[in-house]
Antibody, heavy 121, light 107 residues
């Protein structure tokens, strides 16, 4: 069974940093692209970042480019999101999501339960 | 970035109703579109990928259609567990972009 478990969320002051982790199990982690998607309270979904299976290709939303860094450790079956220079508008539940089995345009087939990041003084 | 719009933003329907939600892309995206269902406090769930392919385990009352810029999600006979918010997501290129969502609630 595919499992994705996020951790690392919490309360942080504006300008601060936080590192999210996503522990993956139940599949060959090194074979799949991975993604971060967030959802501000009461708002819709926003794609944040994607990383290819070997970390060769990395993409970011304009809203986080230059502040967030996605990475992965295939030996540890883990995905990360380093978030720096945090702003109030980064407050959201952050989901880790795995590409489906249907290729790059096959959607996000598996999701974690999410971890809440709150940026407030 | 490709902009995604959805209509309606919300709808009220009864159990057994046929429900149709549309999603429009600001430029052609072939059939690189998925539909997601999200219930309050839960992670989204993939229903449809590649515009019209049913994700494994998803009931057959859900169907998708469209190509290019205009797409449709149809629920043929709404069930109590289908009351949720539905999002489209284009994965034709980066940045990936979601539609704003359509909330389906009980009439």
């Amino acid at each position: 069974e595919v499992q994705l478990v996020e951790s690392g969320g919490g309360l942080v002051k504006p300008g601060g940093s936080l590192r999210l982790s996503c522990a993956a199990s139940g599949f060959t982690f090194s074979s799949y692209s991975m993604n971060w998607v967030r959802q501000a309270p009461g708002k819709g979904l926003e794609w944040v970042s994607s990383i290819s299976s070997s970390s060769s290709y990395i993409y970011y939303a304009d809203s986080v480019k230059g502040r967030f860094t996605i990475s992965r450790d295939n030996a540890k079956n883990s995905l990360y999101l380093q978030m720096n220079s945090l702003r109030a508008e980064d407050t959201a539940v952050y989901y880790c999501a795995r590409d489906s089995d249907y290729g790059d345009s096959g959607g996000l087939g598996y999701w974690g339960q999410g971890t809440l990041v709150t940026v407030s003084s | 970035a490709i902009q995604m719009t959805q209509s309606p933003s919300s709808l009220s329907a009864s159990v057994g109703d046929r429900v149709t939600i549309t999603c429009r892309a600001s430029q052609g995206i072939r059939n690189d579109l998925g539909w997601y269902q999200q219930k309050p406090g839960k992670a989204p769930k993939l229903l449809i990928y590649a515009a019209s392919s049913l994700q494994s385990g998803v009931p057959s009352r859900f169907s998708g259609s469209g190509s290019g810029t205009d797409f449709t999600l149809t629920i043929s006979s709404l069930q109590p567990e289908d009351f949720a918010t539905y999002y489209c997501l284009q994965d034709y290129n980066y940045p990936k972009t979601f539609g704003p969502g359509t909330k389906v609630d009980i009439k």
